[in-house]
């Protein structure tokens, strides 16, 4: 019997080159950006505005988002189905309810990033050298190769997420006890960990490589060490958009046994590490261009225009879930995904569901 279902159109491999180019192009230019421009506003706001000194502004950094986030985990199922109710009733009512999320958790984001970052410059100053850099760095890679928390690593550009999910108030966690409806304390414990524990080990990989590259890359000339970091951070995104198909397939190859499995996280966890440095990179030479031309004399009101600015743009881009660098807070398992997606940059033009993902989504959190 013929088929009722219409036949797909093959799209011509021009579409497909177009689409790609304007992908990257609205992820490397407008979101990126806006992004580091809200983290470098919130960041300064919170320099200005906590008092004490430099390790009672740091507590108080995590005093204020850590809560946050903790809540934001505790809740996510009475916050999914609450989604559920109100977009049952207003599809407008839904999306300011879900842009108010993505803002409040993007700003508790910064506020933990800052207090996990600070401290351990505050109590463990000697380390401000580039072996004690290095060291920070190789120790916050390695803890996350431990915990397969590899991916957490990178960010905007290389992962991205639009304001179109179906189930935005999800926090997968790393022991997946979010999957469990009732209130425990396993449950309690995972979200302690996944959104602290973890998140604390990809804070000191990106301080300790931030630092490092501070303190040997041409140290002398300031302008140029950032336009530099620039030019490698976008360099590394630039190969990685050509690269990740090949590597995404080989990872998709060694699949069966468990010694493919371990030769495929170490391929990803590798290629992850060369892409996670480029991000790094990009956004030390972006925020400090901000530094450098955003009203240098004037810092709280600059941090005021970055914050507000940045988030501006990223709402009106529909990619306001990107604003926690990257789409969200929760663990993304390293290896778990066996079809060599997880080595894939992150789409923005292609990123939006379609409805029966949404529906499909929306009957799981209602359960």
Same mark, same amino acid.
């Given at each position: ?12 491999? !021009? ?18 950006? %806006? $992004? ?18 430099? +390790? ?9 988002? !850590? ?20 977009? +049952? ?11 108010? @999320?993505?803002?409040?958790? %993007?700003? %508790?984001? *910064?506020?933990?990033?800052?207090? &996990? =970052? ?26 996350? $190769? ?46 302690? &960990?996944?959104?602290? #524990? /973890? ?5 000191? @990989? ?8 501070? $303190? *040997? ?5 300031? /302008?140029?060490?950032? /336009? ?7 360099? *590394? @995104? ?10 995404? #397939? ?10 493919? &499995? =371990? ?14 440095? +480029? $991000? *790094? ?10 530094? /450098? @031309? ?9 941090? =005021? ?6 988030? #501006? ?8 879930? !990107? ?28 990123? #939006? ?15």
């Amino acid at each position: 019997m013929p088929s009722d279902q219409p036949e797909a159109v093959p799209r011509p491999w !021009s579409w497909w080159a177009r689409l790609k180019i304007s992908d990257f192009l609205v992820i490397a230019v407008v979101i990126t950006p %806006a $992004v580091n421009l809200f983290w470098r506003g919130t960041w300064n706001l919170l320099e200005e505005s906590l008092p004490g000194d430099a +390790g009672s502004r740091a507590w108080l950094s995590l005093a204020i988002g !850590s809560p946050a986030l903790l809540l934001a985990g505790l809740l996510q199922h009475p916050l999914r189905r609450l989604g559920v109710r109100v977009q +049952g009733r207003s599809m407008l009512g839904y999306h300011v309810l879900g842009m108010l @999320y993505s803002y409040v958790i %993007a700003f %508790a984001s *910064v506020s933990q990033w800052r207090g &996990f =970052w600070n401290l351990p410059d505050y109590y463990i100053p000697q380390m401000a050298t580039p072996s004690g850099y290095g060291l920070r760095t190789i120790l916050g890679f390695v803890v996350m $190769v431990i915990l397969r928390t590899v991916l957490l690593g990178g960010g905007c550009p290389r992962s991205v997420s639009v304001d179109f999910d179906p189930d935005p108030f999800r926090v997968d966690l790393r022991f997946h006890t979010n999957k469990a409806e009732r209130f425990s304390w396993r449950f309690v414990l995972d979200v302690m &960990f996944s959104l602290w #524990a /973890c998140d604390f080990a990809t804070v000191q @990989y990106w301080a300790g490589l931030w630092g490092f590259l501070d $303190v *040997v890359l041409f140290p002398d000339n300031l /302008c140029f060490s950032y /336009c530099l970091s620039v030019g490698i951070g976008y360099g *590394v @995104y630039v190969l990685a958009t050509f690269a990740q198909y090949p590597v995404s #397939a080989l990872s998709k190859h060694l699949q069966g046994t468990d010694k493919e &499995f =371990w030769k495929r996280l170490a391929l990803e966890d590798a290629y992850l590490l060369i892409v996670n440095s +480029g $991000v *790094v990179n990009i956004w030390r030479g972006v925020w400090s261009v901000y530094d /450098c @031309y955003i009203l240098p004399e004037q810092p709280k009101l600059s941090a =005021w225009l970055s914050h507000g600015g940045g988030a #501006a743009v990223c709402f009106l881009v529909f990619a306001g879930r !990107s604003l926690s660098n990257g789409g969200g807070i929760g663990v993304s398992i390293d290896g778990e995904a066996d079809d060599g997606t997880a080595v894939l940059n992150s789409s923005y033009l292609q990123a #939006a569901p379609n409805e029966t993902a949404r529906r499909n989504e929306l009957d799981v959190s209602t359960n």
